[in-house]
C-alpha cells in the first residue's frame, strides 16, 4: 500500500472517531440537572473543553496506532535501529505555536465564565452556612426575617434571586457543594469563604460535604430547596412562629430546666 494511501485511511477513520468522541460526549448525560445560572455557564465550558481535547486525543491515538501500523519492525529487523533524525524547526515551531494558542483561548475562556459566575449583581440576599461534624446549619439574617436571625437545619433559597452563601466551620475543613449548582468552596475554620449562586430551576437537590472530615462525613448531606420567593418568606415565617411558640429557646433551656 502506497503511503498516501495509508495517510488518507488514517485521515478518514481520525475525522469519523473525532465525530464519534463529539457526539457522544453530548449523549451522555454527565451532571446532574442544572439548577442555576452557573450551572449552565460551566457545563457550557466542559463541552468547549471536551470538543477542544476530543480531537487532540484522536490526533495522539492517530500518529500512535499509525505508527504501529506501517513502522513496525519486520522479521529480519530485529538488531536495526530506526534513522537519527535531530532537528525540525518548521515541526518545532507548529508544536509549540498551536497549544500555546489553544491554551490560552482555553484558559481566557475559562477566566470570563469564572467571572461571570462570581460577578456581583445588584441585588442578592445573604445566606450563612455553618459546618460542623457532621451536620449543615443554615442562618438567615435580620434583613431576610425582618428581625430575630434565624438559625435552621434546612436550606431555603428563592427562585430567580442571587444568593451569597458566607461559609464557615466550628472544627475542620469541610466543602459545600451543591452539584445541581456546579460550584462548590471551601469551609475553614477561623477564616469566613464565600459562594454565589442563582437558583433558577424549582426543586429540592442534595448539598454535600465534599472533603473528608471525620468518621461521619458520609452522613453529612442535607437538602437545598429552591422554592417561589412568595414560599421563601412564607416559610421563615413559619419557622419564626414555631421558634418563638416554642416554651423556651434552645439558649435558654438549660437555665430553664436548672
Ligand atoms: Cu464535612
Known amino acids: 500500500m502506497s503511503r498516501r494511501r495509508s495517510v488518507t485511511i488514517a485521515g478518514v477513520l481520525a475525522v469519523i472517531a473525532i465525530a464519534l468522541g463529539i457526539a457522544i460526549s453530548y449523549w451522555i448525560h454527565w451532571f ?85 459566575n462570581e460577578k456581583k449583581p445588584a441585588k442578592e440576599i445573604q445566606i450563612g452556612v455553618t459546618g460542623q461534624q457532621f451536620a449543615w446549619s443554615y442562618q438567615y439574617g435580620p434583613s431576610l426575617t425582618g428581625g430575630r436571625p434565624l438559625n435552621s437545619n434546612e436550606l431555603y433559597v428563592p427562585y430567580g434571586e442571587s444568593v451569597y452563601f458566607n461559609l464557615r466551620s ?11 449548582f456546579r460550584i462548590q468552596e471551601d469551609v475553614v475554620p477561623g477564616i469566613t469563604t464565600h459562594w ?51 416554651p423556651a429557646g434552645g439558649s435558654t433551656a438549660g437555665g430553664a430546666t436548672g
Open 170 to 180: 466550628k472544627d475542620v475543613i469541610h466543602a459545600f457543594w451543591i452539584p445541581a
Open 32 to 116: 446532574p440537572a442544572q439548577a442555576s445560572t452557573q450551572a449552565k455557564n460551566t457545563d457550557r465550558l466542559y463541552h468547549v473543553l471536551v470538543i477542544a481535547s476530543v480531537p487532540i486525543f484522536v490526533l495522539v491515538i492517530t500518529v500512535i496506532l499509525y505508527s504501529v501500523w506501517q513502522f513496525r519492525m519486520k522479521p529480519g529487523e530485529e538488531f536495526k535501529d530506526g534513522p537519527p533524525i535531530h532537528g525540525n524547526t518548521r515541526l518545532e515551531v507548529f508544536w509549540t505555536a498551536i497549544p500555546t494558542v489553544l491554551l490560552l483561548g482555553l484558559i481566557g475562556y475559562s477566566f470570563v465564565v469564572l467571572h461571570e
Open 196 to 246: 454565589r449562586a442563582t437558583p433558577d430551576r424549582l426543586g429540592s437537590y442534595p448539598v454535600v460535604c465534599n472533603l473528608l472530615c471525620g468518621l461521619g462525613h458520609g452522613l453529612m448531606r442535607s437538602t437545598v430547596h429552591v422554592v417561589t420567593e412568595a414560599r421563601f418568606h412564607e416559610w421563615i415565617r413559619s419557622q419564626l412562629t414555631t421558634a418563638s411558640s416554642a
